[in-house]
């Protein structure tokens, strides 16, 4: 049974930093993408930020430029997502998600990811 484990959501102030991490298990192969999505109250679920491991070629949310970085870790299939100057709004919880097809469609369309993780709370106080 694959499994995706996120880490490193905390409650942090206006202008810090988090780290998190996403590491899956029980696969045979590697993912061709993983990545990140979050969602706020009342709010429906958003792309953030995907690394696609062929290309080693990242994306993000326009919403995320200039402050968020993503790169795989040291594992196979394993993404990291640092935040920096995280903001107020930046508050929700953080979803790692992973697609195993190298091909098809647009990198921030959750439909496209079969594999979720439970889920981490990021926190910006102002």
């Known amino acids: 049974q694959v499994q995706l484990v996120e880490s490193g959501g905390d409650s942090v102030q206006a202008g810090g930093s988090l780290r998190l991490s996403c590491t899956a298990s029980g696969l045979s192969s590697n993912f061709a993408r993983m990545g990140w999505f979050r969602q706020a109250p009342g709010r429906e679920r958003e792309a953030v930020s995907v690394f696609y491991f062929g290309p080693n070629r990242p994306f993000y949310a326009d919403f995320v430029k200039g402050r968020f970085t993503i790169s795989k870790g040291n594992a196979a299939n394993t993404v990291v997502l640092q935040m920096d100057k995280l903001k107020p709004e930046d508050t929700a919880i953080y979803y790692c998600?992973?697609?195993?097809?190298?091909?098809?469609?647009?990198?921030?369309?959750?439909?496209?990811?079969?594999?979720w993780g439970q889920g981490t709370q990021v926190t910006v106080s102002s």
């Open positions: 998600a992973a697609r195993s097809e190298p091909w098809g469609g647009e990198w921030s369309a959750p439909s496209l990811y079969s594999y």
